[in-house]
């Protein structure tokens, strides 16, 4: 136990030193020959594997389990259960994770370990935001709260009220929430996490850079005593933007410079490394030295791509590790079912002449209920065909988005450093080319912000809707009249995105196709259905023959068959192209737009 704990003591701030105490633990069960030993150091070599390799993490949670089930130690399952429903969340498996972390509760409820119930209440907010589920993932949070006050478990009355807390819209009663939060996680020994993300939340909150620097100052101290790293790149990021709004250049610099940076780089944390080189980018700019924001927005860019690659590189021994401990299983499963079928057939010689018209009748139900089967295989299997598809293409934006984004600071910084350096007879003219640059950069970054579905989901429908158009006009020249109702339905998140990207998707073809051509795009609510209606006067084309081979066409009616929505095309050569797409709403309450 105490070498367990230790475990844990050590797994984020020395790593290296927690794996050492976890091969003690390991050494002293098997010395013990005690399998609930052998449980518990299995457990230990996952937590501590987890922070760095995941794959190794995964083997040992696995061993724990097996070993856990076969001698019926339900304690000890309960908890493993809920680690691998961590590390599931880390592989992006939110669905696995989930059924996990159900798992544990039942689990849980059998001997009343109610503070794992309430851990697991929190985990499962955690997984629902995540995934965006905000109404999910805040009732979660409020069960986790509910089960800890009841028990006066202050650690997880603390996580939960400061979850809860970020939902709040008030600022005052936010901050009021936090700081009870900080009160209940200051009762318990190792919280300083907990507390320390409490703190930059409530810095974040605070307009007045002075109030949020004290919070930042808070998160950072308890970030040093307890060796947290990533607490400490965090606290020291906010506060240099803290430092710009007082216009103390000089302090923003030093927390990058002289603090951050060099600890980041001594960390090998490429993720911090490249957020923290944008800021120091975004000081420079505010010292006018825009050759060395230029070189500071290089470097962001490249730690960004080595972290991506290290990310890719741990994702995909990840899966090796989950396919290759599935693969065994496999084995193992088909080698028994191979020895049942021996025994069943040396049992049942005698009586196989009774049986088989028996066998023949059952076969006939079951390939009937077998090909019915199938064909709900099939089509279940295309619609999550498409919805990965869909999934992975929001990914590819999302990605995409960040890159334009990063690489258009980039590219205004370095052609304002230019003009600097350039000497113009006329110097109101140079202030126009700057202004129009800078103009430029803002509006391909407000294009990659659309782009990215975290950004898109924190707009209201009428601002995406109109904002898009208003960018298409301004990029392309071509006419869009938008015609939106002043007043709609509260829309569900997945049916905004859906949506959004169905009248990018007709804004681009327009782009492409029909650049001199009017668009009028009109959206409205009927009979209990979004209704969208798209025109242009554009070329035209043949539908059935482009529906086959244009990706674009093929996306819009796939997204309008994951929502149970319908799409109707009517285009020829010559004669413009239009759309009619009806999406089912449910009615909640109504949104101006």
Same mark, same amino acid.
């Given at each position: 136990?105490?070498?367990?704990?230790?475990?844990?003591?050590?797994?984020?701030?020395?790593?290296?030193?927690?794996?050492?105490?976890?091969?003690?633990?390991?050494?002293?069960?098997?010395?013990?020959?005690?399998?609930?030993?052998?449980?518990?150091?299995?457990?230990?070599?996952?937590?501590?594997?987890?922070?760095?390799?995941?794959?190794?993490?995964?083997?040992?949670?696995?061993?724990?389990?097996?070993?856990?089930?076969?001698?019926?130690?339900?304690?000890?399952?309960?908890?493993?259960?809920?680690?691998?429903?961590?590390?599931?969340?880390?592989?992006?498996?939110?669905?696995?994770?989930?059924?996990?972390?159900?798992?544990?509760?039942?689990?849980?409820?059998?001997?009343?370990?109610?503070?794992?119930?309430?851990?697991?209440?929190?985990?499962?907010?955690?997984?629902?935001?995540?995934?965006?589920?905000?109404?999910?993932?805040?009732?979660?949070?409020?069960?986790?709260?509910?089960?800890?006050?009841?028990?006066?478990?202050?650690?997880?009355?603390?996580?939960?009220?400061?979850?809860?807390?970020?939902?709040?819209?008030?600022?005052?009663?936010?901050?009021?929430?936090?700081?009870?939060?900080?009160?209940? $996680? /200051?009762?318990? +020994?190792?919280?300083?996490?907990?507390?320390?993300?409490?703190?930059?939340?409530?810095?974040?909150?605070?307009?007045?850079?002075?109030?949020?620097?004290?919070?930042?100052?808070?998160?950072?101290?308890?970030?040093?005593?307890?060796?947290?790293?990533?607490?400490?790149?965090?606290?020291?990021?906010?506060?240099?933007?803290?430092?710009? &709004?007082?216009?103390?250049?000089?302090?923003?610099?030093?927390? $990058?410079?002289?603090?951050?940076?060099?600890?980041?780089? !001594?960390? +090998?944390?490429?993720?911090?490394?490249?957020?923290?080189?944008?800021?120091?980018?975004?000081?420079?700019?505010?010292?006018?030295?825009?050759?060395?924001?230029?070189?500071?927005?290089? +470097?962001?860019?490249?730690?960004?791509?080595?972290?991506?690659?290290?990310?890719?590189?741990?994702?995909?021994?990840?899966?090796?590790?989950?396919?290759?401990?599935?693969?065994?299983?496999?084995?193992?499963?088909?080698?028994? !079912?191979?020895?049942?079928?021996? !025994?069943?057939?040396?049992?049942?010689?005698?009586?196989?002449?009774?049986?088989?018209?028996?066998?023949?009748?059952?076969?006939?139900?079951?390939?009937?209920?077998?090909?019915?089967?199938?064909?709900?295989?099939?089509?279940?299997?295309?619609?999550?065909?498409?919805?990965?598809?869909?999934?992975?293409?929001?990914?590819?934006?999302?990605?995409?988005?960040?890159?334009?984004?990063?690489?258009?600071?980039? $590219?205004? $910084?370095?052609?304002?450093?230019?003009?600097?350096?350039?000497?113009?007879?006329?110097?109101?003219?140079?202030?126009?080319?700057?202004?129009?640059? +800078?103009?430029?950069?803002?509006?391909?970054?407000?294009?990659?912000?659309?782009?990215?579905?975290?950004?898109?989901?924190?707009?209201?429908?009428?601002?995406?809707?109109?904002?898009?158009?208003? &960018?298409?006009?301004?990029?392309? /020249?071509?006419?869009?009249?938008?015609?939106?109702?002043?007043?709609?339905?509260?829309?569900?998140?997945?049916?905004?995105?859906?949506?959004?990207?169905?009248?990018?998707?007709?804004?681009?073809?327009?782009?492409?196709?029909?650049?001199?051509?009017?668009?009028?795009?009109?959206?409205?609510?009927?009979? &209990? !259905?979004?209704?969208?209606?798209?025109?242009?006067?554009?070329?035209?084309?043949?539908?059935?023959?482009?529906?086959?081979?244009?990706?674009?066409?093929?996306?819009?009616?796939?997204?309008?068959?994951?929502?149970?929505?319908?799409?109707?095309?009517?285009?020829?050569?010559?004669?413009?192209?239009?759309?009619?797409?009806?999406?089912?709403?449910?009615?909640?309450?109504?949104?101006?737009?």
């Amino acid at each position: 136990m105490v070498l367990d704990s230790l475990v844990n003591a050590n797994k984020i701030s020395n790593n290296p030193l927690a794996i050492q105490y976890a091969f003690r633990a390991l050494a002293i069960a098997r010395l013990m020959n005690s399998d609930e030993a052998l449980v518990t150091a299995y457990k230990a070599l996952g937590i501590a594997y987890f922070q760095d390799q995941k794959d190794s993490s995964y083997f040992y949670y696995y061993a724990a389990l097996q070993l856990a089930e076969k001698n019926h130690l339900l304690h000890q399952k309960i908890h493993l259960v809920y680690n691998l429903a961590m590390f599931y969340r880390a592989a992006y498996n939110y669905e696995t994770a989930i059924t996990f972390l159900d798992s544990s509760i039942r689990l849980a409820e059998v001997i009343n370990d109610n503070q794992v119930i309430s851990d697991a209440f929190n985990m499962l907010g955690v997984v629902n935001l995540e995934i965006h589920d905000y109404e999910n993932a805040r009732k979660m949070y409020d069960t986790a709260l509910s089960i800890a006050s009841e028990h006066s478990f202050y650690k997880q009355m603390g996580v939960a009220i400061g979850n809860l807390a970020t939902f709040e819209q008030n600022r005052s009663r936010s901050i009021s929430m936090q700081r009870e939060a900080v009160n209940y $996680l /200051g009762k318990v +020994k190792g919280t300083e996490e907990e507390m320390a993300n409490i703190f930059i939340n409530m810095g974040n909150r605070y307009t007045n850079p002075d109030s949020a620097l004290l919070y930042y100052k808070s998160a950072l101290n308890l970030a040093l005593n307890a060796n947290l790293p990533k607490i400490l790149f965090g606290a020291y990021n906010n506060m240099a933007y803290s430092y710009l &709004d007082k216009k103390d250049i000089q302090m923003a610099e030093s927390c $990058l410079k002289d603090n951050a940076i060099p600890l980041a780089i !001594k960390a +090998k944390d490429n993720d911090w490394l490249s957020s923290l080189y944008d800021t120091y980018a975004d000081v420079c700019v505010e010292q006018g030295d825009y050759k060395k924001a230029l070189e500071m927005q290089k +470097k962001s860019l490249k730690t960004r791509i080595a972290d991506n690659r290290q990310k890719a590189s741990e994702q995909v021994r990840l899966l090796a590790a989950l396919l290759d401990l599935k693969n065994k299983e496999l084995i193992i499963q088909n080698e028994e !079912k191979k020895l049942i079928i021996q !025994k069943n057939r040396l049992q049942k010689v005698e009586l196989w002449l009774t049986i088989s018209v028996l066998l023949v009748i059952a076969s006939i139900f079951v390939i009937f209920g077998l090909r019915q089967r199938s064909k709900v295989k099939l089509h279940k299997a295309q619609n999550e065909s498409a919805r990965r598809l869909i999934e992975m293409e929001e990914s590819e934006k999302g990605r995409t988005a960040r890159e334009l984004h990063d690489l258009t600071g980039q $590219l205004v $910084l370095g052609i304002s450093g230019t003009i600097e350096n350039i000497d113009f007879p006329d110097e109101e003219i140079k202030e126009q080319i700057r202004n129009k640059i +800078k103009e430029l950069g803002s509006s391909i970054r407000r294009i990659s912000h659309r782009m990215n579905r975290a950004m898109i989901e924190h707009f209201t429908f009428s601002e995406l809707i109109s904002g898009m158009c208003e &960018d298409v006009q301004k990029l392309s /020249g071509i006419s869009v009249h938008l015609e939106i109702p002043e007043e709609f339905p509260d829309l569900p998140n997945e049916l905004v995105l859906h949506f959004y990207r169905i009248t990018q998707e007709l804004l681009t073809n327009a782009s492409k196709y029909a650049r001199d051509s009017e668009i009028k795009i009109r959206i409205k609510t009927e009979n &209990d !259905k979004l209704a969208l209606y798209y025109s242009d006067n554009g070329p035209g084309f043949l539908p059935d023959e482009k529906r086959k081979t244009s990706m674009g066409i093929m996306n819009i009616f796939e997204r309008v068959k994951l929502i149970n929505g319908k799409a109707y095309i009517r285009s020829s050569p010559g004669n413009g192209t239009s759309w009619r797409i009806f999406f089912p709403i449910v009615h909640n309450n109504v949104v101006k737009s």
